[in-house]
């Protein structure tokens, strides 16, 4: 009889409760659970794991780089943005009006640690994302050109609600592939959302496209419905080198952005 209902189970594909219905009827009879609740207890068995399973799937396709955690972002460190602000992003309402967010500063503010701890949450939300290295996206866009799939490339990334660009800016991008950019950004725009972080900002972004009018035309859209943020001050990376140093030495910023401490007072000798 078991051995029937678990071959029907797994025949409308209901995998964890077959596999669970032993245990889980045992359970019920030791501790005199009603039907009602041992029911219960089986759809949620099903339940949690098609969960757990979609979020394993969605987090391997999303790509990210690694795990950073908004919890382990320090807040006191880097206060060009607030924790309440980005705890309200964590609603993602603005993923659901197809809006964008870009993360503007120089090396080492934590623009790549929020835009994956972002993308972390929304991906335990249910939503679908793909993060890429801006190195990488290039590539792949590049790669497609030549196998002329750009299209279905294209199509399939339009699957993610949220696509994330870290980095873009740090490399140029060749002329002849800024209308494919275009392209892309054009197909997402009131249809997806993008996440740009940049150590450049944008009035910058005419050089690294090396075509003004298409950088225009590709910021004309991302921005629409986006919310920029500007985050300066010192590196993260060079947090404990620059107290060691006790903040004597001279900082070069990449992109022309402020640094939050002030200039060495007396230039080192
Ligand atoms: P960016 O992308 O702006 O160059 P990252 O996000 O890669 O900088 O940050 C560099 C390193 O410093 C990462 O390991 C990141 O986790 C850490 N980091 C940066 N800012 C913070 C912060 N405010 N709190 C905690 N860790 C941070
Ligand atoms: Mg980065």
Not at 1 to 28: G, P, T, V
Not at 126 to 138: H, L
């Amino acid at each position: 009889m078991i051995d029937e209902l678990q071959q029907d189970l797994r025949k409308i594909r209901c995998y964890h409760m077959a596999n669970a219905i032993d245990d889980i009827l045992q359970h019920s009879k030791d501790n005199d659970l009603s039907y009602i609740e041992c029911l219960r207890r089986l759809v949620d068995h099903e339940l949690d794991n098609r969960y757990k399973v979609r979020l394993k799937k969605q987090y391997r396709q999303s790509n990210l780089p690694c795990d950073k955690l908004i919890e382990c972002f320090d807040f006191n460190f880097q206060t060009s943005i607030t924790k309440r602000q980005v705890n309200g992003w964590l609603d993602f309402d603005w993923l659901d009006n197809r809006n964008n967010k870009i993360l503007i500063g120089p090396s080492g503010v934590g623009k790549t640690h929020l835009s994956i701890a972002i993308s972390r949450e929304a991906l335990l939300k249910g939503y679908k994302v793909r993060f890429f290295i801006m190195s990488e996206f290039i590539e792949e866009m590049i790669l497609n050109e030549a196998e002329n799939s750009s299209k279905e490339w294209i199509k399939g990334l339009l699957k993610n609600d949220l696509i994330v660009l870290d980095e873009l800016g740090y490399l140029p991008m060749d002329r002849r592939y800024t209308h494919l950019f275009f392209q892309f950004i054009n197909e997402c725009y009131e249809y997806r959302s993008i996440l740009i972080t940049s150590n450049k900002t944008p009035h910058q972004w005419g050089s690294f496209f090396g075509d003004e009018s298409v950088a225009m035309a590709i910021l004309d859209r991302l921005l629409h419905h986006c919310e920029p943020v500007l985050l300066n001050g010192d590196s993260y990376r060079l947090k404990d080198k620059l107290e060691l140093m006790g903040h004597n030495v001279a900082k070069v910023s990449d992109g022309g952005f402020p640094l939050r401490s002030k200039p060495p007072s007396e230039t080192p000798r």
